[in-house]
């Protein structure tokens, strides 16, 4: 059986030494999180999700959810129990304003919590995961009178709340929804139609589920222009707040699938379901789109996530089993064999997912951290930078960080030979359960597209302009010190590979389309690597720094020191390789007729 | 009634400790550091007597290093309602912290006063009863229930042949078990709150005692490792390999 522990000491120094909380502690919201409530958030956050939710992790991937007659779903063993105290433990409400029963942590704490349950139970992280991003749209574009009768049990946890988008013709295409919106004389509306794959839209962890559902009113035009956004929930809800009739909305049947098997994947069938207008008519991607970036960033922390936990469990592996010997001789001379950890291929894989995992945990936190100050900055320039840059980062946190993560969750299954591909060892659980990060919430395909489509042209490319000069502020107090200076130089020509290509791509993807989406992934991939390079260049600065005042804590120090140079060493050399397969362009790609595959 | 918790700082239950190279002691530097199990266990016991009425204040008190304050944060966030944190950087030995604690009960003026058994790093299984002799107050070590009832508590003892019940007359010293209960974990509200729970910071001097230590380690070395084990067929094999290793006669 694998085990988690919570990566307290590394967010910790996240927090304090790259995002420098105590800096923004001017902020609302973030005077509560002072060091040493930081601190124990993280470390009882950590405890609650080592002690009640990873025990079931791996008999909740077994047992997996059950859809019975009448419709209803019951998720495995111990999943209501475990709900029941996370809801006690008021966890939920981490982010949430305090206006509806929230502790108005900062996002980037909130962050912490996501990250540490995704990785000791991503099923059961996506009942509540889903249930914030939910109270987001709602939040942004609800009336005050739905954020009144709804939000608090939200908040709280009593109920939960799901996204419909995803129809049997309309995927990646929302365009397509067929799901129709009648309006009522009394200003409600009747939903009518199917969605599926629809993650938690029935179980039995809470009293109500709200369903968000895209759909269109009679007139609307038959495009994205066309769809509006609507609360339906599963009870009615009666004006003092009780619980009224049943709707009219119904789990039709639940998915087998490959991972997250603890996760209800639901057809929902909607026959003339009460549902109420959360903001104006036909704005409703745009309302769902406010839930979806929180939501794309949240997959981006589940991809580091299965990686952290499968890593933490290779590492273990790795000392225990004892396997050949080591290429320089004996380390283990008193038994038959040395441990894996000796043999370079094996620190190949562990090295790999160390330098992926301690990047991503930077680059996901420090991107919380955007998050609040998008809201949150004392001035409008700061506000404007913050959301410039998260919306540039956001695709490349859920694009990179999941194609990542399902890597090295294989990575680390790879360091237990035959034995992880074996059930019981729970690593080839992990590969599963993060494989499903890379297609929901839009396709790592079109996280690429909306990258190097959308994010790069927006403002007239005001954010990755001011990302490249942050990178630049940063190259230059990393050469300033001889220590850091290799892997500022290296950061350097790394964002120049990345200058080059967005040069390559704005000239070639003008006049032929295809050449941008051909491009588009080793982009992404592209900006992923000089994003990890840039938060490792910050925390090797930050580690001499803290070396220099005589920490206590120098093989913590150290060991990030030898983590950001083989992150240089190995990730630096693939930009210009992602460069020149950015500008081979599309011609090969496309020039097979589409009859000859 | 009052409760008064003990609680020390600890390495952590899940750290495989090491030795320090020169034998003086076990390596802390950098090491992982909670609140030793068998108090957690404590401060959860007088939650519950709190939430059932009976108890009507939880103190808890440390006495260590400054950190020790994350410690007792830890307990206020369980529920605990305000803290001592008596400071002193030498180690801590049981006489002293009894000592210590004997002082603060007269301050204090407790009904109950509920303590780990052992503590997780020493294991020393003695300042409950050194405490409970200092202040003259009757013991119920080794608990596995707690019942107050009036001005008496009943205490079931875990002993060698079984469980044992004494009843005792408040006040008194109790010291937990493992079985006494499952301590739970700290809820985000109370954490928040737990910020702005009092946390009063003392010295030992303040007590008048003095916490210089009295025992003298002569050496720290690792247990002997385990060498490995075979596999019999028969209990005839067993008992043969038994008296081969002069286990048995
Ligand atoms: C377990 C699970 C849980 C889910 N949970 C939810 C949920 O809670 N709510 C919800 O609404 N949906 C949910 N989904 C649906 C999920 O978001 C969609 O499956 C996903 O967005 C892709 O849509 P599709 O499956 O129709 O694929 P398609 O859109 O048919 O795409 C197929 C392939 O073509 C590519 N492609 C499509 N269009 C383009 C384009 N324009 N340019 C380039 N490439 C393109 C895609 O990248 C993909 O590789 C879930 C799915 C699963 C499997």
């Known amino acids: 059986m694998p085990s988690y522990r919570a990566p307290v000491k590394d967010t910790l120094f996240v927090l304090q030494s790259v995002c420098k909380l105590d800096a923004h502690s001017n902020l609302p919201g973030f005077a509560d999180a002072t060091p040493d409530v930081v601190q124990a958030v993280v470390e009882e956050g950590g405890k609650f999700c080592e002690g009640v939710l990873a025990p079931i992790n791996h008999s909740g991937d077994l047992q997996g959810c059950t859809r019975h007659a009448d419709g209803s779903v019951t998720t495995p063993d111990g999943f209501k129990a475990a709900y029941d105290a996370f809801v006690e433990g008021g966890w939920g409400t981490l982010m949430a304003p305090s206006d509806y029963g929230g502790q108005g942590m900062p996002h980037i704490i909130g962050t912490v919590f996501q990250e540490f349950s995704a990785s000791a139970n991503m099923a059961f992280a996506m009942y509540p995961g889903l249930n914030e991003g939910a109270q987001a749209a709602i939040m942004a574009v609800g009336s005050p009178e739905l954020k009144e009768r709804f939000l608090p049990n939200m908040v709280h946890g009593r109920w939960t709340g799901t996204m419909n988008l995803t129809e049997p013709q309309c995927g990646t295409d929302l365009g397509l929804i067929r799901t129709r919106a009648e309006p009522q004389a009394d200003g409600s509306y009747k939903i009518s139609g199917t969605k599926i794959f629809i993650s938690a839209g029935e179980h039995d962890l809470s009293e109500n589920i709200i369903h968000l559902v895209l759909a269109k009113t009679p007139d609307a035009p038959d495009s994205v222009k066309g769809i509006s956004l609507f609360l339906v929930p599963k009870f009615l809800v009666n004006a003092d707040g009780t619980l009224g009739a049943r709707n009219g909305v119904s789990c039709g049947s639940i998915e087998h699938k490959m991972g997250i098997h603890a996760n209800a994947t639901c057809v929902m069938n909607y026959d003339g379901a009460t549902g109420y207008l959360l903001g104006e008519e036909m704005k409703g991607l745009r309302a769902m789109f406010i839930m979806m970036n929180a939501a794309r960033l949240g997959v981006g922390v589940q991809g580091l996530a299965q990686a952290e936990v499968a890593y933490q469990n290779a590492v273990t592996y790795a000392r225990d089993r004892l396997q050949g010997r080591a290429l320089t001789g004996a380390k283990n001379p008193d038994a038959k064999a040395d441990p894996l950890m000796v043999h370079p291929d094996v620190r190949r894989m562990l090295m790999d997912g160390r330098a992926f995992i301690e990047g991503a945990r930077a680059l996901i936190l420090w991107g919380g951290l955007q998050v609040d100050l998008a809201h949150k900055a004392a001035t409008p320039e700061e506000r404007e930078l913050a959301d410039d840059l998260i919306s540039l980062l956001t695709p490349v946190i859920k694009g990179y960080c999941t194609d990542k993560g399902y890597e090295i969750a294989t990575t680390s299954q790879q360091v237990y030979g035959g034995h992880g591909y074996i059930a019981e060892w729970g690593m080839e659980q992990f590969v599963r359960d993060a494989r499903i990060a890379q297609i929901y919430e839009g396709t790592n395909g079109i996280q690429a597209m909306d990258l190097v489509g959308r994010k790069l042209a927006m403002n007239g490319g005001r954010g990755l302009r001011a990302y490249l000069g942050l990178i630049a502020e940063n190259v230059a107090s990393g050469k300033a010190d001889p220590r850091t200076e290799a892997l500022a130089t290296g950061l350097e020509k790394a964002a120049g590979e990345l200058q080059a290509a967005t040069m390559w791509l704005m000239q070639n993807g003008m006049t032929n389309p295809d050449n941008a989406g051909a491009g588009a992934t080793a982009y992404l991939h592209l900006m992923g690597i000089v994003a990890l390079g840039e938060m490792w260049l910050r925390m090797a600065i930050a580690s001499h720094a803290a070396l220099d005042a005589g920490s206590s804590d120098k093989p913590f120090f150290e060991a990030k020191l030898i983590t950001a140079r083989y992150f240089a060493e190995r990730n630096f050399p693939d930009c210009g390789a992602l460069r020149r397969k950015i500008e081979a362009g599309s011609a090969a790609m496309m020039a097979m007729p589409a009859e000859a595959f | ?249």
Request: net charge neutral; charged share 25%.
């Open chain 2, 1 to 249: 009634m009052k409760i008064l918790v003990p609680v020390k700082r600890v390495v952590d239950y899940n750290v495989k400790v090491r030795v320090k190279s020169d034998g003086t002691g076990v390596d802390l530097a950098n090491v992982k550091m909670s609140m030793n199990p068998f108090d957690e266990i404590a401060v959860e016991e007088a939650i519950r007597l709190k939430e059932k009425g009976i108890a009507t204040e939880i103190v808890v008190v440390s006495i260590g290093v400054q950190q020790s304050q994350e410690t007792l944060r830890t307990a206020l966030a369980m529920g605990a309602d305000r803290a001592i944190l008596v400071v002193t950087d030498v180690t801590t030995e049981s006489l002293t912290v009894a000592k210590i604690l004997a002082k603060v009960a007269a301050e204090e003026q407790p009904g109950l006063i509920i303590l780990g058994k052992q503590a997780i790093d020493d294991d020393a299984n003695q300042t409950g009863q050194m405490l409970a002799a200092l202040l003259g107050w009757p013991q119920g070590t080794f608990a596995s229930a707690v019942v107050p009832n009036g001005d008496r508590v009943a205490v079931t003892r875990e002993v060698d042949g079984g469980l044992e019940t004494v009843d005792l007359k408040l006040p008194a010293v109790v010291t937990t078990d493992l079985r006494l209960n499952e301590p739970r974990y700290a809820s985000l509200p109370n954490i928040m709150k737990a910020k702005s729970k009092p946390l009063a910071s003392k010295t030992p001097a303040d007590y008048g005692v003095d916490p210089t230590p009295r025992l003298t380690i002569t050496k720290v070395v690792e247990p002997a490792k385990r060498s490995a084990g075979t596999k019999v067929k028969t209990v005839d094999e067993l008992i043969e390999k038994l008296k081969n290793a002069g286990a048995i006669a």
